[in-house]
C-alpha cells in the first residue's frame, strides 16, 4: 500500500514530537517536562501534539511499541532460524537480548524509570501481556513444554511471572542506576534463574 505524502508528513511529525519529549525528558526529567515544553521545542502548537498523543504517559506506549517491534524481529530471525540445543535455550538468549535492549535504548531511561515505579506501585498490574514481548516469551515456554526442556512441576503462569518479575527488578535497578550499570553484570541472575527452570 502507497503512503501518502500527507501521511509521511504526519509520521516525520510524529517521531519529531517523541524525539523531542526524550530529549528534554532525559534533560529535566519526566514531571519537570512539561507538554508545553515539547511543544516549543518541536516548534508546534501545543494542540498539534494533542494530535498524536493523548498526553505525556502516551509516550510510554510510543516507546513499547518501538521495543516491541525488536522482540518480534529477534524471534523472527534468530530463535526461529538458529540452531539450538533446545527451548529453554532459546528462553536465555531471549533474556540476554533482552537485556541488551537496555543499552540500546538508554536515551529512554528517564521514560523507564517512570514506568517501571508505577508497576512498583501497581504490583497487581503488571505490563499488558498482549505485548510481543509476552506473546514471542509464551511461545518460547510453549517449546520448552512440548521438548521436555522445562521443569514440569511448575505452571506455565508461574513461570512467565518469575521471568517477568526478575527482569522488571533487574530494569529497575538498572535505570535506578541512570544506566552507570553494565547490563552484563545481571546475565548470572537470568542463567541462574533459567538453571532453575530446566527440567531435572
Given at each position: ?5 500527507r ?10 514530537i ?8 532525559n ?11 515539547i ?6 502548537s ?48 531471549y ?13 529512554y ?12 506501585c ?18 518460547l ?6 521438548d ?13 511471572d ?24 545481571y ?14
Amino acid at each position: 500500500m502507497t503512503i501518502t505524502r500527507r501521511e509521511t508528513q504526519a509520521l516525520a511529525t510524529r517521531k519529531r514530537i517523541f524525539d523531542v519529549a526524550i530529549e528534554l525528558i532525559n534533560e529535566r526529567g519526566f514531571y519537570q517536562t512539561t507538554i508545553g515544553d515539547i511543544a516549543e521545542k518541536a516548534e508546534i502548537s501545543v494542540g498539534c501534539f494533542y494530535e498524536y498523543f493523548d498526553n505525556k504517559e502516551a509516550l510510554l506506549a510510543e516507546y513499547l511499541s518501538a521495543t516491541d517491534s525488536h522482540y518480534q524481529q529477534y524471534y523472527q530471525d534468530v530463535l526461529c532460524t538458529s540452531p539450538f540445543p533446545d527451548s529453554m535455550e532459546k528462553v536465555r538468549q531471549y533474556m540476554h537480548f533482552s537485556l541488551q535492549l537496555l543499552t540500546n535504548h538508554s536515551r529512554y531511561k528517564d521514560l523507564l524509570r517512570v514506568y517501571y515505579a508505577y508497576l512498583s506501585c501497581n504490583s497487581n498490574q503488571l505490563a499488558d501481556r498482549s505485548r510481543h514481548f509476552f506473546i514471542v516469551l509464551s511461545e518460547l515456554i510453549d517449546q520448552a513444554v512440548s521438548d521436555g526442556s522445562i521443569r514440569k512441576d511448575l505452571s506455565k503462569e508461574f513461570v512467565i511471572d518469575l521471568i517477568v518479575y526478575l527482569f522488571r527488578s533487574v530494569t529497575i535497578e538498572w535505570c535506578s542506576s541512570s544506566g552507570h550499570v553494565c547490563v552484563e553484570e545481571y546475565i548470572p541472575s537470568i542463567d541462574e534463574m533459567i538453571r532453575f527452570l530446566r527440567s531435572r
